[in-house]
């Protein structure tokens, strides 16, 4: 017994591609997306450090 291959066995990604923002965030457990809230929230989820593009279209505040 080897356990050469064991580390190969967590591999499998929680994450799928949120529907929302595009991004591989989605929870598939939870339901939700750890990027932009999808699945929690009905508003895209936000920061104010976080000002990058979603939706095409740029976030205020
Ligand atoms: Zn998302």
Do not use: F
Request: charged residues 30%; glycine residues 8%.
């Amino acid at each position: 017994m080897t356990t050469a291959s064991m580390g190969l066995h967590n591999r499998k990604q929680p994450h799928v591609m949120c529907r929302r923002c595009g991004k591989e965030s989605y929870l598939k457990r939870k339901h939700y997306c750890s990027h932009c809230g999808y699945g929690k929230t009905a508003k895209i989820k936000a920061y104010s450090w976080n000002n990058k593009t979603v939706n095409g279209k740029r976030k205020d505040n």
